[in-house]
């Protein structure tokens, strides 16, 4: 018996927020690295260069810089956009004409995932804006575009909220949206291509495949989710932590300002780290969802 549409909601929630946590603690120095070389592409020379060079000056404490809202991001992200994804399947089944008990196909899961990355967008820009902000935050200040670094979640808060106000919150939010509405097409499509090949392959269920092909599939989600959109990450990470000196353009201004001046490859810095971290880190945030879902299913159904 399928569970009552509430508590689904609430399984897909919960399961959501576990992945999210695997998945920080799993990716989060990368992460770090990233922000950094998108918004100082001139600064360090590679991945390794900046991930050396915020070693020596912050320390290890540096590459986890940001940790404590990255963590309340995906938590919240991944908690909506779950149980988004779930109502979001249900819509496409109903317009699809697809009974109940059928499964949807691979294309129609994308689209579901689509569709449900907006709703988590609204959660995930502002705590996405406080990480990126104290990840570049020394970098800032050792430009001289600020005048004091932060070094507390509290602390980016209340000058977001006393400088920029409510709405500061949300620098970015446009960006946001452009990069997930695509991105997660890919990225959940792409997962469920990789788990229906590794099922075709083993001749079982999707949901029998095993610990190693959903990681796997995991991964190569987040990977077609980055190569579809980094260059709009890029310009997020921009106009979320340059918005810290002061007025930031939108969008288009930031990307055409940027191809311009920078060319086409500062578009793409930092691209390294983020290949390399989207295997553990998309491939935990898969397993811990999968996982947990299972037992929280289990469990209702006993």
């Not at 990233?34 to 020379?45: D, E, G, I, S, W």
């Not at 990225?187 to 796997?216: H, M, N, Q, W």
């Not at 920078?262 to 945030?285: D, K």
Request: glycine residues 10%.
């Amino acid at each position: 018996m399928a569970p009552h549409p509430v508590v689904q909601a609430i399984i897909d929630l919960t399961a959501g927020a576990v992945g999210g946590t695997a998945c920080v603690l799993s990716g989060q120095p990368l992460d770090t690295a990233k922000v950094k070389m998108q918004t100082f592409p001139t600064l360090y020379r590679g991945f390794l260069h900046c991930f050396t060079s915020t070693y020596r000056q912050v320390g290890f404490r540096g590459l986890y810089q940001g940790t404590t809202p990255a963590l309340v991001a995906n938590i919240a992200e991944n908690s909506v956009l779950f149980m988004s994804y779930g109502f979001c399947q249900e819509v496409v089944r109903m317009l699809a004409g697809t009974t109940g008990g059928e499964p949807l196909s691979d294309v129609q899961k994308a689209y579901a995932g689509s569709v449900a990355s907006i709703f988590s967008s609204l959660v995930l820009c502002p705590t996405e804006l406080v990480k990126c902000r104290l990840q570049a935050m020394h970098e800032m200040a050792a430009a001289g575009k600020i005048s004091a670094a932060q070094n507390s979640v509290w602390s980016v808060v209340r000058s977001i909220w006393r400088v920029e106000g409510a709405q500061g919150f949300f620098q970015g939010l446009t960006t946001t949206i452009a990069r997930e509405v695509p991105g997660y097409f890919c990225f959940f499509g792409g997962y469920e291509l990789s788990r229906s090949t590794f099922a075709d392959y083993f001749g079982c269920a999707k949901d029998d495949i095993g610990v190693a092909p959903i990681v796997f599939s995991g991964g190569f989600g987040g990977a077609c989710l980055w190569l579809m959109v980094y260059p709009m990450d890029c310009v997020k990470s921009r106009i979320q932590v340059m918005s810290m000196a002061g007025h930031q353009a939108g969008f288009f201004k930031t990307f055409m300002d940027v191809f311009r001046t920078e060319g086409v490859r500062a578009l793409y810095s930092g691209l390294t780290p983020t290949m390399l971290r989207t295997f553990p880190a998309n491939g935990a945030l898969f397993l811990g969802y999968e996982a947990s879902r299972k037992v929280l299913m289990d469990r209702f159904d006993h």
